[in-house]
């Protein structure tokens, strides 16, 4: 099989964006680790470099192990034996594999035993491995909980638990509960503090965690007796190597990423440490964990999409009908060139939140260390905005685009995609839970509104307005700007209404709306570095200008009036 | 005891070679890997090293060829190795390496030299056997174990429907083949970081012309188009073998 990594030049350019230079002066704190690691880079050429290598080994991995191994998997599936779970068996090689080439807690500080990599990076390994095996990246990603472990917990935990993370153990994040999904101010699990054992304790039933039995695992859960809202939830860390005693009372059969196992889990009397202050569980802790699992979960999709996509320009130049290849009819080479370049685009704007989440979080991490200048406090703020505006939005669209590519990918094949023979059947299944695990599309959008209300998404729209570009580029930057004000006008004729129901109407309208544009953007100013872009940027605005176009009109005769058109009769 | 493996890269073995204009392999944008066979050498010589059990203290890569291939032997260096030399030539026949290697070799002490059976891109199983003879050293080939024993080696052979050892004396030169070890070590992270601070000694080639020359390259001719029989029309499928690819001969 190909290096996933030397065999995608898109990747590559990515990683070699004009910020990154920004980006790893402040993560590597001004190369400080050399003097005390010999594996810690001096300088910014020395760490690209080693981003570079590790990168071309996890391309390596991807191709000669994971990918490989996922027909098998997925036929195969994790079970459940005396309430523990058992991986399959290429999910155990998978895992091995990874371990000893040291991929886990790669984002940690070296102190811990990490690698200190920058989100960049990191999710470009997700990016590789989820076109490899999209169950697998799962497992693999909630090292996340170990990045919230890091920003929150106390120095006595993290030394306790991040080293762990590194040699190799997996998390979990145990959220969701029956009766609390996208409303996780329900959740109902309980905590209790027994004072004279100075321990916490959780009693309850949690529901579709994913690795659910893993080794370390953060639970969302009630510590405040009579309360019901957000305000009374805590967050913990439940060690589940050493005790083991949460049980796992089935895991779920399911449509795809069957890899991936999804459990129920049972707690009685399990005990548990709490995470930073009581009350902030939701509204601080899980907000962050959120964050940085959504940008895994775009980062997944782009992976899938990738995978698609080449499935089906392989198969649209070997398939002949009607005496040629197929690549040759409009509807065919129509459908590879938009997937083609909703792929591009959706990864442009994957790595470009990834620089946001970047920048933010090493402000961060430093404005910890010492206090802050003012340049640099407004620095991090702005990021912070840009990032919380864009993690909604990447994980909202890329996930919708990838289920669309995964689609057209299937259609491609005809018949063959229906059936087991070819990958795309199975891609096509695990293209789906993109768009509705860590938040569901239209919860991304409830989330990425509220940017639009607050003007950060229009503020950077017009930055990337600003930037120079080349003079064979401006038609299509005159475009955008067109767009934009055509954006501005259904924008402001929603929001005018200061009516929250119709605003929420036509949200996902107006969030596509920005995020077409951005992407657009994004493309554009690709192609600005590279030529390679341009039939991606050609594409792809001709497709979005039409799409806002029909929203746009869609939005411009709308009333609140309509309302009730659309409402539903309750029985 | 040190363990020196004659290292060669070669094209990603997935990659499809095309021909220049002029009739030559294209190697731009080729990425480049550590031969297999060679991998799999160097693994088997790390193990024998963490293994507490024997005397192998140092392993060693030599490679002759051109910078552009620096970072492949940087990721050798990350598997584990301790050094590595790289001879500054491009050679164009197997002989041209041997002397090369030789060249290097007679002028240090040495005790085990591992090479490969073949290297994946011109398949010419010619180096391990060449070295040996021009530095008058016993060598063995297709080795499939290799286990130290003080100052002895001891070297598995597979043999047609059997499997042989041998004990020999040191120094000697190996050629290895697949078996060797089990899979090929995983760079580790941590060491592709360290491996760019380890030393890759850079040797200026002595004079040497090449035995042969090539005069032609050609490209396996393309692949019939598949032809997918009915699981159920046996029948049509005797038909095609006989008449169409001729293998069988029905009546
Ligand atoms: C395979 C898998 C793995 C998972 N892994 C984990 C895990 O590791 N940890 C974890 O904690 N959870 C996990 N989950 C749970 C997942 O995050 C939830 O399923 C998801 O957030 C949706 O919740 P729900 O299923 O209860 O759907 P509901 O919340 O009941 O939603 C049903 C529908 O209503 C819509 N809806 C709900 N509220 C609104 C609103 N305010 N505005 C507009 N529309 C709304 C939703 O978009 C959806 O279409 C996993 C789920 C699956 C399927």
Redesign the interface.
Known sequence: ???FY??NPDLKFHMNHPLMKKIVALKERNFADKVKY????VDFE?TM??YE??L??VGE?C?DIIAPNAEDIDEEGPEVRDNRVKYARGTEINLE?IR????MG?TLPRKYGG?NFSIVPYTMVADMVSRADAAFVNIWGLQDCAETIHEFASEKQKDRYLPRFCQGETGSMALTEPDAGSDLQSVQLKATYDKEKDQWYLNGVKRFITNGDGDISLVLARSEEGTKDGRGLSMFIYDNKKYHITKVRRIEHKLGIIGSPTCELVYRNTPAELVGSRRMGLIRYVMSLMNGARLGIAAQSVGIAEAAYREALAFAKEREQFGKPIIHFPAVYEMLSVMKSKLDASRSLLYETARFVDMYKAWFHISKERSLEKEERQEMKKYQQLAEAYTPLAKGLASEICNRIAYDALQIHGGSGFMKDYPIERIYRDARITSIYEGTTQLQVVAAIAGIARGTLLKQIREYEETKVKPELHTYRRMLVSMTEEFEHASGKVHETENKEFIDFHARRLVEMAGNIIMGYLLLLDTNRESRFWKSLEVFVRNARAENRERAEFIMISSINDLGRFKQEEH | MEIIILMSVVP?T??KIKLTADGLPDMKEI?WIINPWDELALTRALELKEDPGNTVNKVTLLHVGPSTHG?VL??AM?MGADEAVRIEATPRDSYETAYHIVAFLQERAFDLVLAGIESSDYNGAAVGGLVAGMLDIPSVSAVTGIQTEGDKLHVVRETDGGRETLRMPLPLLAVVQKGIAKEPR?????????A??KNIHVIEPGAVDSLTEYARFELPPPKPPCHMVDATNPGELLELLENESKVIHLS
Do not use: F
């Not at chain 1, 010999?38 to 880079?41: F, S």
């Not at chain 2, 760079?187 to 360290?194: E, I, T, Y």
């Open positions: 099989m190909p290096n030397t065999d010999d594996y810690a880079p020395d470099d080693s290598r590790v071309d080994v991995i191709g594999a000893k080439a040291g991929l790669i690698l | 990603d997935s990659v990425p970072q940087r990721k990350a995983m760079p580790s992270m941590r060491g592709l970081m360290m760019r601070k």
